[in-house]
């Protein structure tokens, strides 16, 4: 889910997709999935069994795939055949494959476990209820965020320059960059992630009245080291202390709350779907409590790093470089590797670089 956070969190892609043009265009075009998700629903319930969780999440997987390169396009303000003739072939297979059938089936999971955890509503008991809301809610959420990344790509094309495109790319590559910054905070992810689950083991136990527990305790402690990873990681020196600082009490506990906190219980929410539902463990022993927090974990406080990082990135590059500049791949890929790796790079010396011009000094 680094796409959601990212075309949430990313300073560029936020005013983008909350534009209020788009927010009218994205209400009505949510609509349309949602219905034809509830209708196939109800037909596909008199031919093939959805109370079966393979069943549901394949059927669950392919709506939301057409539903995501259907919103895509419209996004793009493009038909879905001239999308899908004219579009990049990797882009395309990203937004079918993981946008959609991908990311269908994780929402699908976080649903039915978020109905089995906190409101007793299992599927294997009662899959009707479960199972129509598992679809609509997946597909509806897929389409959402097919529509925002297929405006991003139109913007792309009207000739803004976009710093960070969802896909990813840019995460593999400060991967290259700073390994080892990534090392340490996913590091202390995994022992914060297993600490508190073995921590909520010890005192409740096995039950499985105890799951909401194992769920609250570790997202707590997770999206509060996700919280302090992000502001690192936005500091040149990594001074998270200062960005909390600043960033005010109330701002700070909105932050917290949304994204940090409430992607915490997600990622944990889908490998409880995971566990139950795919591999159909019904008794979770201690081992995969802890890899269920520690992944959680690592997930969580891996991509905050990563967006401070990003948001660092964007702030001194539209602060201080000219657009033609921040369009050449080789320039601003020695700009992002120099701020990573020292921290402490001004940007006069992108002035010497570049023949004295002082345009490029602050």
């Not at 139109?154 to 960059?177: D, E, K, N, V, Y």
Request: proline fraction near 3%; hydrophobic fraction near 50%; charge should be positive.
């Amino acid at each position: 889910m680094l796409h959601r956070l990212t075309l949430r969190v990313l300073p560029q892609l936020h005013r983008l997709v909350t534009d209020d043009s788009v927010r009218r265009r994205k209400r009505w075009i949510m609509v349309v999935p949602g219905l034809a998700a509830f209708l196939l629903y109800r037909i596909l319930g008199h031919v093939v069994s959805l109370s079966e969780p393979f069943v549901l999440l394949a059927w669950s997987g392919t709506v939301s795939a057409l539903a995501a390169i259907w919103a895509y396009s419209m996004g793009r303000e493009v038909s879905m055949v001239s999308a899908l003739r004219n579009g990049q072939h990797a882009e395309l297979g990203w937004i079918v494959g993981w946008i959609g059938l991908a990311y269908g089936i994780q929402l699908s999971l976080l649903v039915l476990a978020l109905l089995k955890v906190f409101v007793n509503y299992d599927f294997f008991v009662h899959p009707d209820g479960p199972a129509m809301m598992a679809m609509i809610i997946a597909c509806t959420s897929v389409t959402r965020d097919a529509f925002e990344i297929g405006c991003i790509r139109r913007a792309a094309h009207q000739g803004i320059a976009i710093h960070t495109f969802p896909s990813g790319r840019a995460f593999r590559q400060w991967l290259r960059i700073e390994p080892m910054l990534l090392r340490r905070w996913v590091g202390m992810a995994a022992l914060v992630g297993g600490g508190a689950a073995a921590l909520v083991w010890l005192v409740l136990g096995k039950g499985s009245q105890s799951e909401w527990a194992h769920v609250l305790v570790t997202s707590v402690l997770v999206a509060s080291l996700g919280y302090i990873g992000f502001f690192a990681g936005e500091s040149r020196r990594g001074d998270w202390w200062t960005g909390v600082r600043n960033t005010g009490w109330w701002r700070g506990i909105r932050f917290w709350i949304w994204p940090c906190f409430t992607f915490a219980v997600t990622y944990y929410l889908v490998l409880v779907g995971l566990v139950g539902y795919v591999l159909r463990v019904h008794v979770v022993a201690l081992p995969i409590r802890i890899a269920m927090a520690v992944i959680t974990a690592m997930l969580l406080v891996g991509y905050s790093v990563f967006l401070g990082r990003r948001t660092l990135f964007e702030v001194q590059a539209e602060r201080g470089i000219e657009e033609s500049v921040r369009q050449c791949p080789f320039v601003m890929g020695i700009l992002e590797k120099t701020r990573a790796t020292t921290g402490s790079v001004r940007m006069r010396s992108w002035s010497t670089l570049f023949g004295g011009d002082s345009r490029f000094s602050r």
